[in-house]
Nanobody, 123 residues
Framework: QVQLVESGGGLVQAGGSLTLSCAAS????????MGWFRQAPGKEREFVAR?????DYAGSVKGRFTISRDNAKNTVILQMNNLKPEDTAVYYC???????????????????WGQGTQVTVSS
């Protein structure tokens, strides 16, 4: 079992930055693929970034967002720069036990989810 708790969301103006953190429980954190997804009102949950043996990003955030992890602290970070109003959503952290899954850009690749943190970008 893995429990995930996100933090760091908030309200920011367009062009600003936010850092999201996800704290994970469990002693085998380093063996999990970690991902960030987001869901805006009325829209499906969409992939943002993932980190496993490598990193990958959605095209809409590439070059602006950076995902990283600290296995010693059981934490995964999403650094978000140059935020845009269209980045407004609830952001979810997720953990997947199949480190090499080909589904890590979809919700199906993850078994554990956090409760989400709201990010609002004003224009």
């Amino acid at each position: 079992q893995v429990q995930l708790v996100e933090s760091g969301g908030g309200l920011v103006q367009a062009g600003g930055s936010l850092t999201l953190s996800c704290a994970a429980s469990g002693r085998t954190f380093s063996g999990y693929a970690m991902g960030w997804f987001r869901q805006a009102p009325g829209k499906e949950r969409e992939f943002v970034a993932r980190i496993a043996w490598s990193t990958d990003y959605a095209g809409s955030v590439k070059g602006r967002f950076t995902i990283s992890r600290d296995n010693a602290k059981n934490t995964v970070i999403l650094q978000m720069n140059n935020l845009k109003p269209e980045d407004t959503a609830v952001y979810y952290c997720a953990a997947g036990s199949d480190f090499y899954s080909g589904l890590l850009m979809t919700p199906r690749g993850y078994s554990y989810w956090g409760q989400g943190t709201q990010v609002t970008v004003s224009s």
